[in-house]
């Protein structure tokens, strides 16, 4: 089953469930800020991502910007960074779906046609 983690107020969120409604996929939508992912799914990612650690942040945010991260996100190890998108699940770059075969954060058509295709 697929897993998107999403945010009631993020117009992109919207349109990646709408997306995938539209195609009949079936997905569990979970509260981002609320039920952040975990840290395996973040690894996985982290993966999916080529190991770019930036890519799995929500880099618009104010948080990032108030917890100065962008200067700090380089010398980051990655237990590291999946404990602060842990606990401040509005720092993790959405929507963010995970599944057997599937991991991808952000929404870009293009993109996900290809993965689901």
Do not use: H
Not at 3 to 18: E, V
Not at 23 to 42: K, Q, S
């Amino acid at each position: 089953m697929i897993k998107i983690y999403t945010y009631k107020k993020c117009s992109t969120c919207r349109k990646a469930t709408k997306w995938l409604e539209a195609r009949g996929i079936e997905f569990d939508e979970l509260p981002i800020r609320e039920t952040p992912p975990t840290a395996a799914e973040l690894e996985v990612m982290l993966e999916a991502r080529n190991g770019e650690l930036r890519r799995l942040f929500n880099t618009s945010s104010q948080d990032y910007r108030d917890a100065g991260l962008k200067d700090r996100l380089e010398a980051m190890s990655a237990p590291e960074a999946f404990a602060i998108l842990r606990e401040t699940g509005n720092l993790v770059k959405r929507p963010f779906l995970i599944g057997d075969d599937v991991a991808v954060n952000g929404f870009r058509e293009k993109e996900w046609e290809a993965l689901f295709n």
